[in-house]
């Protein structure tokens, strides 16, 4: 699962949530859309190498906290 915008850490992921709410999608057959409930995001974009994972919770399509 990624987040609309390509963060570069995970630390730019959680002060943007800080802000709001921050739009994700599922590439792939199982996607666009993320079902509510906690799910690990990947970042940054693929093709870069993922840096870092990130435990989210997500809420009608938005990360609303991150967990981990």
Do not use: W
């Not at 959680?14 to 057959?29: F, H, I, L």
């Not at 079902?35 to 938005?62: C, I, K, N, S, W």
């Amino acid at each position: 699962m990624y987040s609309i915008q390509n963060f570069k850490s995970k630390k730019a992921l959680r002060e943007a949530v800080k802000q709001g709410p921050v739009e994700c999608y599922q590439p792939g057959p199982f996607g666009p859309n993320v079902a509510d409930g906690d799910h690990t995001l990947e970042g940054p974009h693929y093709p870069e190498a993922h840096r870092f994972y990130a435990r989210v919770r997500v809420q009608g399509g938005m990360i609303v906290k991150v967990l981990s």
